[in-house]
Nanobody
């Protein structure tokens, strides 16, 4: 059974940093695209970042502030978030798919974690 488990969320002040982790179990995703999405209250889930091999892709609002990385040996993907803003407040979800192509649409990802809350205070 495939599981994705996120951790690292919390409360941080504007301008602060957090690093989210997503540990996968049940299979390896070394050749697959993995992504982070987020969902704020009352809003739809939105794409944040994705990585496949050395390729990365970010939504415009986080470029230059967030970095997605992965440790294949640990079957883990990370999201380093710097210069956090109140509008980054959301539940952050890790997602993975069976192919290597990066997509920014949630319906292309089959495997999902339970989410971790990130709250940025002003």
């Amino acid at each position: 059974q495939v599981q994705l488990v996120e951790s690292g969320g919390g409360l941080v002040q504007t301008g602060g940093s957090l690093r989210l982790s997503c540990v996968a179990s049940g299979r390896t995703f070394s050749d697959s695209a993995m992504a982070w999405f987020r969902q704020a209250p009352g809003k739809e889930r939105e794409f944040v970042a994705a990585r496949s091999g050395a390729r990365t892709y970010y939504t415009d609002s986080v470029k230059g502030r967030f970095t997605i990385s992965r440790d294949s040996a640990k079957n883990t993907v990370y999201l380093q978030m710097n210069s956090l803003k109140p509008e980054d407040t959301a539940v952050y979800y890790c997602a993975a798919r069976d192919g290597s192509t990066i997509y920014s649409t949630s319906n292309k990802y089959v495997y999902w974690g339970q989410g971790t809350q990130v709250t940025v205070s002003s």
